[in-house]
């Protein structure tokens, strides 16, 4: 009998391996400790939608676009509501992302020159960039120290900060360029001045200020779909889907693939998928990959807390305006950012009140530290202060999200390279955020990409 294929983890990442095996005509089995969907999971609170974990993908990274298309709910896909609209918060001001501001860099210099949210030494630090020569090595290096030097630290504080921290939950200056932003290696190999090269590509990142319309998308029911989707699909094709069974030891030898469950079962398999985290994927390779395990083991995991309020509409004189705003600081908020998910999205709080979303990663500084219940009266006072609010939300909800979220810092791709490598000749695979890219669309591809190698290493091992 052909032996299956083992996913170990039920995120999206091992999801959407199980997906890609079943759907070729591979037998698969998916093992899953807690809940299917992993960090990807939507709640309907009092008429609210929460998310706990991700609210949206982008689209420019197909990953996420090309699984719903695959699995007939391509037209489930939401953009953003019209107007699109970003702000910075600096020094207590709104101030409106520039048109055509990138992650970390101007891709026009007319809307960068007269932004509010650079002074004009900051602004003119930032253009010596132009003549300066080249800074980076063969060395990865933080993305905070190589736009210090640069671009100078306004640009930091202001933009990359607030936007690459945002999104990795992490500061700039424990970031990697290689695994984070490298096309800024490109960029500066390429055209030796940053800005220049920016200017000239005349598109950015992920296009955070680009008038020609936001890359970010959604599910029309929330990211809980795509994943209640994936879970339909599988079940119809009969793949077993063990919930509340863990992976607990892995071994691979001359007799073939063995990996001992939970419940006291053993399974021999074709291969292995290992989506379950670092931490997890290292303690089941450390026999079978002590290497690989070590390094697995280097990489850190930050934590946050995601907090919705939901607020009546006449708790405002005037109703927030726009999709949200990320804190620049100079002051230290208790958030990073807000998201105003009633305006960013379609079909989020029930008609006339408004849902606001707040993040609460380490970095914010003592905020991070407190209990539940101050934790959500610090927030709900700063935010509902910024909004304009007078009266309480009527809705509080936290989700606190331990060691959750991978940091790519300094020597991560190269990390990432170096557990490919060891396991190149093996029948396990590692995927997932782990290693090769935090976002939803980046974790179905490396999903589907892992299990597809497996596949066919397996169909070239048969004999002729
Ligand atoms: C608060 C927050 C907001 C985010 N926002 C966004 C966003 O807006 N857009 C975006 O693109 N990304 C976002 N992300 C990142 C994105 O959600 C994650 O990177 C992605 O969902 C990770 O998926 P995964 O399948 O790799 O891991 P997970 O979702 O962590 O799944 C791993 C699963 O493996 C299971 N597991 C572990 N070990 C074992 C074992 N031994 N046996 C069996 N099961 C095991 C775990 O229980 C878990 O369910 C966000 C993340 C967080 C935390």
Request: proline share 7%.
């Amino acid at each position: 009998m052909t032996r299956p294929f083992l996913v170990v983890g039920g995120g999206i990442t091992g999801l959407a391996a199980a997906f890609e095996l079943a759907t070729t005509g591979h037998g698969v089995v998916l093992v899953e400790t807690d809940r299917l969907g992993g960090r990807i999971r939507t709640e309907r609170v009092d008429g609210f939608m929460v998310e706990h974990g991700p609210d949206s993908f982008v689209a420019y990274r197909p990953g996420a676009v090309r699984l719903a298309e695959a699995m007939g709910i391509g037209d489930e896909v939401v953009p953003v509501v019209p107007p699109r609209s970003v702000h910075l918060r600096v020094g207590g001001r709104m101030e409106p992302m520039p048109d055509g501001m990138g992650m970390v860099l101007p891709t026009r210099i007319g809307p960068f020159a007269r932004t509010r949210i650079l002074s004009w030494p900051q602004k003119l630090r930032a253009v010596a960039d132009l003549v300066m020569p080249r800074v980076l090595g063969d060395q990865d290096m933080a993305i905070g120290a190589l736009l210090r030097r640069r671009v100078g630290p306004g640009v930091v504080t202001r933009f990359a900060d607030p936007l690459v921290g945002g999104i990795y939950g992490a500061s700039v200056d424990d970031l990697s360029i290689d695994a984070v932003l490298p096309m800024l290696r490109d960029y500066e190999r390429k055209h030796r001045s940053l800005v220049l090269a920016s200017l000239a590509s005349g598109h950015a990142a992920s296009r955070p200020g680009d008038s020609k319309g936001s890359p970010f998308r959604s599910m029309r029911g929330g990211m809980g779909q795509l994943v209640d989707a994936l879970v339909a699909e599988l079940e119809a094709r009969d793949v077993p889907l063990r919930v509340g069974v863990a992976a607990v030891s892995l071994s691979v030898g001359p007799d073939g693939t063995r990996v001992g469950l939970s419940d006291g079962t053993e399974l021999d398999v074709a291969g292995v998928v290992l989506a379950g985290g670092a931490p997890s994927s290292a303690g089941l390779l450390a026999d079978v990959a002590p290497d690989a395990a070590r390094t697995l083991r280097q990489v850190r995991y930050g934590s946050t807390r995601s907090i919705h309020l939901g607020y009546d509409g006449d708790a405002f004189d005037t109703p927030p305006t726009g999709h949200g705003y990320l804190e620049a600081g100079p002051d230290r908020a208790p958030v990073t950012g807000v998201t105003l998910a009633s305006r960013k999205w379609p079909g989020r709080a029930p008609e006339g009140t408004v849902l606001v979303r707040a993040f609460v990663p380490d970095r914010v500084g003592p905020a991070a530290q407190l209990d539940d219940d101050d934790l959500l009266d610090t927030v709900t006072a700063h935010v509902g202060g910024v909004l304009g609010a007078r009266r309480e939300p009527r809705l509080r909800h936290l989700v606190r999200w331990n060691s959750a979220m991978p940091t790519y810092t300094v020597g991560h791709k190269a990390r990432a390279d170096a557990v490919a490598a060891a396991l190149a000749g093996t029948p396990v695979r590692v995927a997932g955020s782990a290693l090769n890219g935090v976002g939803v669309p980046d974790c179905i591809a490396d999903g589907r990409r892992v299990a597809s190698e497996l596949a066919t290493m397996s169909a070239s091992a048969l004999p002729a």
